[in-house]
C-alpha cells in the first residue's frame, strides 16, 4: 500500500497523453482523458470500445458491418459491401465474371519478347528497350501480386463453396427426413381423425342405452332402498332426512313432495305409501304441511277385498322427552277412486291436506324437527280402535315387536273397561273390596310405557282432529 508522500509525489508527475499532444501532471490526466478521449464508439455497428487503438483494430479487423471494396475492383468488379457479406458477395455472377476477366487479363502473354527481338534492333534504340523492359518488368511483378490475390481469394471462395456445399446436403437431408416425419404425422392424423369419428359415432349410439341404463338403475336403487324400510304389518314409521333441503326445495317448486317407501298390511296384504308436500297443497299451500294417503298396486290385489275402507292414522313425532305427538286420522270415502283397486301404479293420494301449521314446524328449536331430521308414522288400523286409546298407542315404543305392542294395546283396552266397571255405583263394601285389589303386574308395565301425547293443535278440547273435509272422510288429492 502506497504512503501518502509517494501518492502526492504521483500527482505531480509529468506525463504526455497517448492519444494526443496534450502534457501536463498526472493529477490531471484523468479529466483530460474523460475531457478529450470519451470511450469511442463504432460509428458502423455501434460498439464502443476504451481506446481509440482498439477501435482502429475493431475497424481494420473486427467489424461486420463496415464496407469495403472488392478485391477485384481492378478487374470490373466494383461493389461496395459489408465485410459480412463478402462471401455472399464472392458467389455472385458480378463477381464470378470480375475472376474470369482477371484470369484472362494475367494469363495473356507479349506478342513480342524484347530479348528474342535484341539481335535485329539497331544499336540506337537500345536505351528505349531497356526502359521498356524495366517498365514490362514492373508491371509483370504487379500483375504476379494481384495474381497471388486472386489466387487467395479463389481459396477463399472455394472453401466457402464446400462449406455452403456441405450445409446444402445437411440441410437437404434434413429436409428429406421433416418430410418423412411430415407424412408420418399426416396419416397418425388421419387415423386418429378416423378412430375418433368412429368412437363418437360408437358413444352416440350407447348414449340412449346408457340413459335408459341409468334410469334403470335408479330405479333399482329406489326398490332397494324402499326394501331396507319394508313393513308388513299395516304401520309405517317414515324417517325424513335432510328436512330443510327438501323444505327448500318444495318452497322453490322443485321438489313439491316426497314419498314414502312403500308398507304392506300383511306379506299379501294391501301395498300402500305416504306422500307428503312439505310446503303444502292446494288450499293449504304456504300455510300447512299436507299429508296424504297412498293405495298402491300390490302382486295380491286380485284377491283382497275393494273398496279399501279401514281407517288411517298419520302421528307426527314429537323427539323430546315430553312427547307432545302429533295425531290425526280420516277413513276413506268407499266411492272415491282413491280407494279402488289400484289399475296404475298408484291411486290418487288422499288424506289431511292442512296436517300441521307451516310457522310452527319452520320454528327453531321446534320438537318435531331434530339433527334436520322428521318421523312420521302411518297406520291403518284394521281393528276399528277407539279414539279414545289412539294417543295411548302411538305412545308406545316403536322399538317393540308388533304383537307385544297389540298386547299392550289389548290389556290397556280390558284395563280402562275394568276401570269404567269400578267407576258405576255399587254398594260401599263392594266397592272397598275393587279399590283395594292391586293392579296386575302387566298394566304396571303398561303405564311404565304409556306417555300420553297431544292432540292436533288445531284441536282444543283434546280429541283427534279429523281432516276438514265433508263428514270427515278426508280430502281428495
Known amino acids: ?62 467489424c461486420t458491418e463496415i464496407t469495403q471494396l472488392c478485391p477485384l475492383v ?74 497471388q490475390e486472386v489466387y487467395e481469394a479463389i481459396n477463399t471462395l472455394a472453401s466457402g463453396t464446400q462449406t455452403l456445399n456441405d450445409e446444402t446436403l445437411r440441410v437437404s437431408s434434413e429436409s428429406v427426413r421433416l418430410q418423412s416425419s411430415v407424412e408420418s404425422l399426416t396419416q397418425e392424423l388421419a387415423s386418429l381423425k378416423l378412430s375418433v369419428q368412429e368412437q363418437g359415432a360408437f358413444l352416440d349410439g350407447i348414449k340412449p342405452n346408457q340413459e335408459i341404463l341409468q334410469q334403470e338403475v335408479a330405479s333399482l336403487k329406489q326398490k332397494v332402498d324402499d326394501a331396507q324400510y319394508v313393513s308388513y304389518d299395516g304401520t309405517l314409521i317414515w324417517k325424513i332426512t335432510s328436512f330443510q333441503e327438501k323444505m327448500r326445495d318444495a318452497q322453490s317448486e322443485r321438489q313439491t313432495s316426497i314419498y314414502s317407501p312403500p308398507f304392506y298390511s300383511s306379506p299379501s ?108 308414522k302411518v297406520m291403518v288400523d284394521f281393528g276399528d280402535m277407539p279414539k279414545t286409546l289412539l294417543p295411548y298407542a302411538l305412545s308406545l315404543n316403536p322399538g317393540l315387536p308388533m304383537h307385544i305392542q297389540q298386547l299392550f294395546i289389548k290389556q290397556e283396552t280390558d284395563r280402562r273397561a275394568q276401570q269404567q266397571t269400578q267407576q258405576t255405583p255399587t254398594s260401599p263394601g263392594t266397592r272397598m273390596e275393587v279399590l283395594g285389589t292391586p293392579q296386575n303386574t302387566d298394566t304396571q308395565l303398561i303405564q311404565q310405557l304409556a306417555v300420553t301425547p297431544v292432540q292436533n293443535p288445531n284441536n282444543a278440547d283434546g280429541n283427534l282432529q279429523q281432516s276438514p273435509s265433508p263428514d270427515n272422510n278426508g280430502t281428495l288429492r
Request: glycine residues 4%; hydrophobic residues 35%; charged residues 25%.
Open 1 to 62: 500500500m502506497p504512503d501518502r508522500g509517494f501518492r502526492n509525489d504521483m500527482k505531480t508527475l509529468k506525463i504526455v497523453c497517448a492519444q494526443c499532444d496534450w502534457n501536463g501532471s498526472f493529477k490531471d490526466y484523468e479529466a483530460h482523458f474523460n475531457e478529450s478521449h470519451p470511450n469511442p464508439i463504432c460509428e458502423f455497428c455501434g460498439e464502443q470500445f476504451t481506446s481509440n487503438i482498439r477501435l482502429d483494430e475493431h475497424k481494420q479487423r473486427e
Open 74 to 147: 481492378e478487374y470490373g468488379c466494383l461493389s461496395s459491401v459489408r465485410r459480412i457479406e463478402l462471401l455472399d458477395h464472392y458467389l455472385s455472377d458480378v463477381h464470378q465474371n470480375a475472376i474470369i476477366s482477371a484470369v484472362r487479363r494475367l494469363s495473356v502473354k507479349p506478342a513480342h519478347d524484347p530479348l528474342e527481338r535484341g539481335s535485329t534492333m539497331d544499336v540506337d534504340i537500345a536505351p528505349n528497350i531497356a526502359g521498356s523492359l524495366s517498365t514490362t518488368t514492373t508491371t509483370i511483378e504487379t500483375l504476379s501480386t494481384s495474381m
Open 269 to 376: 296384504g294391501y301395498k300402500m305409501r305416504a306422500r307428503l308436500y312439505l310446503h303444502g297443497d292446494g288450499n293449504a299451500r304456504r300455510t300447512h304441511m299436507s299429508l296424504f294417503f297412498v293405495l298402491m298396486r300390490g302382486p295380491s290385489d286380485a284377491v283382497l277385498k275393494f273398496p279399501f275402507n279401514y281407517k288411517v292414522t298419520f302421528c307426527l313425532y314429537d323427539q323430546t322427552p315430553q312427547q307432545r305427538h302429533i295425531i290425526d286420522s280420516f277413513r276413506p270415502d268407499i266411492k272415491s277412486n282413491s280407494f279402488q283397486r289400484p289399475r296404475s301404479e298408484m291411486n290418487i293420494a288422499s288424506g289431511i291436506p292442512k296436517f300441521f301449521p307451516l310457522a310452527m314446524i319452520q320454528q327453531d328449536g321446534n320438537p318435531y324437527v331434530r339433527d334436520d331430521t322428521m318421523f312420521i
